[in-house]
Nanobody, 121 residues
Framework: VQLQASGGGLQQAGGSLRLSCEAS????????MGWFRQAPGKEREFVAA????????TYARFVKGRFTISREKAKNTVYLQLNSLKLEDTAVYFC???????????????WGQGTLVTVSS
């Protein structure tokens, strides 16, 4: 199983980025696909998740309408649209897949390698 995250980069505060996570190696029909992030010196935290089959979504409170998670089944890809970026959004963003949870980091089964998002002033 591979989860290949991409799309990170340097962006000014207030700008936007779209992260992608291409999944391969198995069917994810009964899985939840999540995005997490880890800022320097901080613990990894939940950002957003989507059910692969039905497209139901859930978000961390700090997202506050700025981020949108979506999936494109035909491309086996999950996206995270980041809008109105803030300095504190600077982090490595990871995609992951879980068969048993939406937000619990320790219960995610598969992880991608992460993509760095840096927000500048």
């Amino acid at each position: 199983v591979q989860l290949q995250a991409s799309g990170g980069g340097l962006q000014q505060a207030g700008g936007s980025l779209r992260l992608s996570c291409e999944a391969s190696g198995r069917t994810f029909e009964n899985y939840v696909m999540g995005w997490f992030r880890q800022a320097p010196g901080k613990e990894r935290e939940f950002v957003a998740a989507i059910s692969w089959s039905g497209g139901r979504t859930t978000y961390a409170r700090f997202v506050k309408g700025r981020f949108t998670i979506s999936r494109e089944k035909a491309k086996n890809t999950v996206y995270l649209q980041l809008n109105s970026l803030k300095l504190e959004d600077t982090a490595v963003y990871f995609c992951a897949a879980s068969s048993s949870t939406w937000t619990e980091i320790g219960r995610y089964d598969y992880w991608g390698q992460g993509t760095l998002v840096t927000v500048s002033s």
